[in-house]
């Protein structure tokens, strides 16, 4: 966040969602995007990931409710889980194995919708929920371990560059700038959703890391470890309603994308490399 610290009207205030808000004053919008979507994090702190999806939702899910507040859910292509419908409209209801490895962070935002369903019938809190597909841009964590942080560390070190599987599974991948451009559509929207937030291009993973490659001008091979449990063979949203409803659809091509991330890692990070 340093690099908004001078943006006039602009506030950090530090606190932990999984206890109540009490901030004074007027808010228009709450936007809650708290969650831990790295597969780092989720696989290691799978309770940690529960009590986010939950409690957290809940409490900002009250604040907004007691300031009378639009409420933007900042959901995920996850609640489609390893979807047997393809591309993933929103009226497809997923395929998730709730005890699997990932099950924390995908019942934990399955949670948060249906909470946000609640709020909305009971209490006439104006939800949104944004189903996001995956994201990726400058300012990712290089230990974040997700596919694009980790390609383009290994490639930068000239290591190996490792896909899990045959790398045949598709990924979707959009920019963290169309991403955000969609919330604050959303935000001044309110559509109460569900609603698909990503880029419909769709590319194998070993694809994705030839691309890298190139773009990093990297000679690194590219090594195959074992398939990931459950991990998801395809993965493409329909973005017609987005289209509709938001007047959103991404602008910000693969290339241009991960030229500018490629840049903003070789400039600010270590070369130190978790596996994806």
Known sequence: MAHLADRPGFALIEHDINEPLDLAGAVGAVVH??????????????VETLRVGSLGTLNTLDFAREKGA????????????????????????????????????DEG??????????????????TTVLRI???YGSRM???DGRLVPTFIRQALAGRPITVHGTG????????????????????????????????????????????????????????????????PTRRRPDIGLARRALDWEPRVSLRAGLTDTIAWFASHSSLAVVNP
């Open 33 to 46: 995007l708290a969650s831990l979507p790295s597969p780092v994090d989720y696989l290691a702190r799978p």
């Open 70 to 105: 639009r409420y933007v859910y900042a959901s995920s292509s996850e609640v489609y889980g390893d979807p047997s419908v393809h591309p993933q409209t929103e009226s497809y209801h997923g395929n998730v194995n709730p005890m699997g490895p990932r099950s924390s962070y």
């Open 133 to 135: 597909f995956n994201t």
């Open 168 to 231: 045949r599974q598709t990924r979707s991948l959009c920019h963290v700038d169309d991403t955000a451009k969609a919330l604050v559509k959303a935000a001044l929207a309110g559509h109460a959703g569900p609603m698909n937030i990503g880029n419909p291009d769709e590319l194998p993973v070993v694809a994705i890391a030839e691309l890298i490659r190139e773009l990093c001008d990297s000679r690194s091979p590219i090594h195959h470890l074992g398939a990931r449990e459950e991990d």
């Open 109 to 126: 935002k399955r949670f948060g919708e249906a909470a946000c369903e609640a709020y909305r019938t009971v209490y006439d809190v104006d």
């Open 141 to 143: 964590r290089a230990e």
